[in-house]
């Protein structure tokens, strides 16, 4: 198994302020464990690059790149919401981080790696096309959906959410759209306050959206019940091209901003049930992109469980 990773010094540039739980020792962290382990050096490294504009504007409006950037630039502490801090460097660092998943894609569509996570930062499950929200500027994972659709002609795409929040901008940016099935598990009720079971997609998109909204206290089983019973059925039913994972590790029992009780074992399980699926139905294409998690203790032994399934050391 060929894993592909994307991670950037670079990434640690942006910054949200003081205390803010969204910090760059997240990265560090993660990556001091990782080196430690003897497989690690194997996986090839991606560079990313500046996500292109017309990439970007496949999900966010033209007004809303401007305002950003120039509120970034500005040196102002915060863009649109209190919880999305910013230094002057958050934007450029935004546009690396969507650029990256564009260099995991290409590389994916060119069989030179069979699968990729993004060491990344800032998240961006929760940025809306007009709006930044919930520590997100922009939507890495929707920019990379299309992106994999309109540039390497995939037509079906899964897209699985296993963050501890609803990622509101990918749901909303797919909605009406059967091209691209959002599945979700989240704490619920919980921030953001979308993902009620009863979201299933608008128009043409009515039943290409799947939310498995979990009360607080839910564990493994909780999580194995809702793959079994509603997420894999979906997938198979589905057949998709290529499933991305935003990999947030906040629903962890640990974690300080969610209140679920996930092991960090369970982490691998979910990526088995992936990879399964995605051998079955598209030669084993996934993408994974780090979402949320806070916990500098917990977050490095996830994403080592996460990786440890993608590159077959399990």
Known sequence: MTTGLVYDPRFLDH?????????????SAVLNHLEKLPWFASLPRIVPRIAEENWLRQIHSKEYLKRAAETCQSGA?????????INE????TALLAAGSVLELADRLMTKKIQNGFALLRPPGHHAERDTAMGFCLLNNMAILARYLQQKHGLEKIVILDWDVHHGNGTQHAF???PSVFYISTHQFP???GTGRSTETGTGRGQGFTLNCPLRAGSGDFEYEQAFNLHILPAIESYKPDAILISAGFDAHRADPLGGMNLSTEFFGWMTERMMEAAHKHCSGRI???LEGGYNLQALPLCV??????????R
């Open 304 to 313: 080592e469980k996460h990786l440890q399934v993608l590159n077959g050391k």
């Open 287 to 289: 993408l994974a992109l």
């Open 77 to 85: 502490p915060l863009l649109d919401t209190p919880d999305v801090g």
């Open 89 to 92: 460097k958050s934007f450029s």
């Open 15 to 27: 910054w949200a302020g003081e205390g803010h739980p969204e910090c760059p020792e997240r990265l």
């Open 175 to 177: 909605e009406n759209d």
């Open 190 to 192: 919980f921030y953001p």
